[in-house]
């Protein structure tokens, strides 16, 4: 975030109109951030593949599901609730493989997400938000 461009992305993302006000240009940084975006799931689809050593298409819907939980777990919009999400999602479905079996280890995991939204809707590390 401390370059010229981290700084720039963080001001489209706040405030687009004052950000091209100043003299960012908003598409380029646009642009800039969908391709890097694309570029890390392609790279993360090249590991995967290579990882399973084959490719299907349906190969990403597991760990697609796992990581909305370990960000969702974790809290919305916290690099650190990401982090303490994806440890606690990963440590419960390879854990719970020991006393259930493993075709039903996922459920673990979203049995745990599903209590923890229950009892604190914003995640582990997310900031309480007043609505209405």
Known sequence: IGTRVGRAT???S???ALASASGISVERIIRLVWTA???LAALGGVLIALYFNSTSWNMGGTI???MFAAVTLGGL?????ALAGSLVIGLVA???SLVIPSDMRYAGALLIL???LL???QGILGRAERVG
């Open 119 to 121: 009892v604190r809707p």
């Open 14 to 16: 706040d405030n687009p």
């Open 64 to 66: 697609l599901l796992l």
């Open 77 to 81: 919009g916290t690099a650190y609730g």
């Open 94 to 96: 390879e854990m719970s």
């Open 114 to 116: 599903i209590i923890v």
């Open 37 to 39: 975006g694309a570029g």
């Open 10 to 12: 963080r001001a489209v």
